[in-house]
């Protein structure tokens, strides 16, 4: 069973950084489209970064470009986003999450949770100001 599991969340001052990682196991996702999602309370589940199989076209919501970078190594079967200059705003569980299928990818695809059929269980990252 295709499990994700996601590690580096906690708790930083405004300005600071933090890197999240993604394991997957159970099933190789070197040929699908990965992404990060996060989720703040009372707020729906939005697209933060997303990156396609071959790792060579990547994407950001502009609440956060230019401060985040995904990343993936399809040899270890990870994906991850180091986060700089973070903002109080950016305090929300993060999810990282493997698409439906594989070999999809475009830029309405990538950003979209209902795309994505494998996810983990969630990061918290709280950044005080």
């Known amino acids: 069973q295709a499990q994700l599991a996601e590690s580096g969340g906690g708790m930083v001052q405004a300005g600071g950084s933090l890197r999240l990682s993604c394991a997957a196991s159970?099933?190789?996702?070197?040929?699908?489209?990965m992404g990060w999602f996060r989720q703040a309370p009372g707020k729906e589940r939005e697209s933060v970064a997303g990156?396609?199989?071959?790792?060579?076209?990547?994407y950001y919501a502009d609440s956060v470009k230019g401060r985040f970078t995904i990343s993936r190594d399809n040899a270890k079967n990870t994906v991850a986003l180091q986060m700089n200059s973070l903002k109080p705003e950016d305090t929300a569980i993060y999810y990282c999450?493997?698409?439906?299928?594989?070999?999809?990818?475009?830029?309405?695809?990538?950003?979209?949770?209902?795309?994505?059929?494998?996810w983990g269980q969630g990061t918290q990252v709280t950044v005080s100001s």
């Open positions: 159970g099933r190789t996702f070197s040929t699908y489209t």
């Open positions: 999450a493997a698409a439906r299928r594989p070999y999809l990818y475009s830029s309405d695809f990538v950003k979209s949770v209902d795309n994505y059929a494998y």
């Open positions: 990156i396609k199989w071959s790792g060579g076209i990547t």
